[in-house]
């Protein structure tokens, strides 16, 4: 156990690579272990930080579990609330291009009923003329 933040080297020469541990055992305890142990290093190992009281293994390992309850629901909410943004930039557009779309409504409507007065005029003055 070093119980310090130095460096520290494994057996193949190399610095170890300073680690957290999240076992229930031993949840947040640092330690020290070769940096290619995945890889083919060597098997070395040594803790940084001093073992844990009994009530702290009793009692970190319940929060962390609640943080990563809390983690995934967060991600949940966060969707949902892409979700609603999605939503409400769609319903923004309509209530913009709405009116727009009102306007030229009623001017195509105005100028279909100009012409059909026209042509319901047309053949009136017609008649006085023959
Ligand atoms: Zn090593």
């Known amino acids: ?3 310090t933040t130095g460096f520290v080297d494994c057996y193949c020469g190399r ?5 957290t541990s999240w076992t ?3 949840p947040g305890r640092r330690f020290h272990s070769c940096i290619q142990y995945t890889r083919g290093g060597c098997s070395f190992f040594d803790w940084e930080d001093p073992p844990m009281c009994r009530r702290s293994k009793a ?10 309850t809390l983690k995934e629901e967060v991600k949940t909410l966060e969707g949902e ?3 609603l943004q999605r939503t409400n930039r769609k319903l923004f557009q309509f209530v ?10 009623v001017w195509i409507w105005s100028a279909l009923t ?8 047309v053949p ?6 023959a």
């Open 124 to 129: 009136r003055n017609t008649n006085m003329l």
């Open 59 to 68: 009692i970190i390992p319940g929060l962390l579990r609640r943080i990563n």
């Open 96 to 105: 913009v291009w709405l009116p727009c779309i009102f306007v030229v409504v």
């Open 1 to 3: 156990m070093s119980h």
């Open 114 to 121: 100009a012409v059909k007065k026209q042509n319901v005029e």
């Open 24 to 26: 229930d055992d031993n």
């Open 81 to 83: 609330v892409g979700e």
């Open 15 to 19: 610095r170890a690579a300073l680690r």
